[in-house]
């Protein structure tokens, strides 16, 4: 077994990162404190350069390169963010690097990667399908393969966070913190608790991608068989042997959130606080509000990881999200096809205060009469009673309504 990283590594980690890396902040929400009830400080990792925080993680350990690995270049796989963290950081240190990515990654992360230096090759369907492309690179051009998590320069890069947040909050009672492959949690972890044993920290997992919880569950490391959620920067099958030691050792409890608890989060963060959140980067305040009664009135720290979402997975976690909180309707119904009666199904709408986004005329629907036509409205609306309110007064009106769902995230 590889040889855990120790406090002492951390402060290293954090004194050669001094000028590299930003100090983020950590900031409170009034408003999500109190839909909680306790105070909840957000370490704003996703206002890190390059996005996120794995740019500590990935230089710690290209500082320790030799003269002669920095002439091989390094080699890594990354669903994105781990990519943009080495691409910045062999730049900065002057080698050169290749960087293996899934082949559904997320293009503005893979646009961000070639942005910094380094070339780009897209291999596979997961983070797993990439590493081992990474690992036949490695071995073929002696280029160094830079892990992800599993790596004590790495971990104790990661680990720095967790030194800022127990400087700046030596009150804290627990720490809430993403679990992909592990590396951030077991860092953060180790360094939180060098510092004060009593702090508990809790790992939270994507319900599609929990293979950390698994192997927690079972004793020993258990590689899943699909990693499938938008929280892509935890999407990991088979985390590290050396974070799953540590995990086991320093984490008080691992949990799950679902997509929709995630969703939820990430447009919290937006609408509530401004702040732009990929989905690993959400999941500790998903966790926060699916189990308020969980930390009471303790001081909790959660990790926001990342911030590097992409724009059209955004759109459309924004507009479930608001069909969910009966912030906008999708219906259809159908009127005969005379002149103004399409006129007259919005006048009725806009009687009832519900602003039109879209409407969708069709005469060629097969499964309506010929002399009928089926509308297809969007509407945005006040909450869950303003909807029900809607199509109650349509309804009695004679409209037969039909409310469209949205399909999944």
Known sequence: MTKWPVLEDVLQAAS???????????????????????????????????????????????????????TRGVVAASAGNHAQGVA??????????????????SLNKIEATRSY????????ESFDDAFREAERIAEETGRVLIHAFDDPSVIAGQGTIGLEIMDE??????????????????????????????VKVIGVQAAGADAMLQSHLAGQLRPSVSARTIADGIAVKRPGDLTFAMIEHYVDDIVTVDEHDISRAILIFLERSKLLVEGAGAVGLAHLLKNQSSVGNQTVATVVSGGNIDVTLLSRIIEKGLVEEGRQLHLK????????????????????????VRVNHERWDPFIAPQDVSVDLTLETRDGAHRQEIIASLESDGYQVAVESLPGI
């Open 88 to 105: 910045l950081a062999a730049g900065l240190v002057g080698t050169t690097a290749v960087i293996v990515t899934p082949e559904g990654a």
């Open 117 to 124: 230096g380094a070339e780009v090759r897209q291999i596979g």
């Open 16 to 70: 050669a990162l001094a000028g590299v890396t930003y100090r983020t902040p950590l900031q409170e929400s009034s408003y999500i404190n109190d839909l909680i009830g306790c105070r909840v400080f957000f370490k704003l990792e996703n206002l890190q350069r390059s996005g996120s925080f794995k740019l500590r993680g990935a230089y710690n350990r290209i500082r320790h390169l030799s003269p002669d690995e920095l």
């Open 169 to 198: 909050r030596t009150t804290v009672d627990t720490l809430v913190v993403p679990i992909g492959g592990g590396g951030l949690i077991s860092g953060i972890a180790m360094a939180a608790k060098s510092q004060n044993p009593r």
């Open 333 to 356: 119904t159908v009127i005969p096809d005379r002149p103004g009666q399409l006129s007259r199904l919005l006048e009725r709408v806009a009687g009832l205060k519900a602003n039109v």
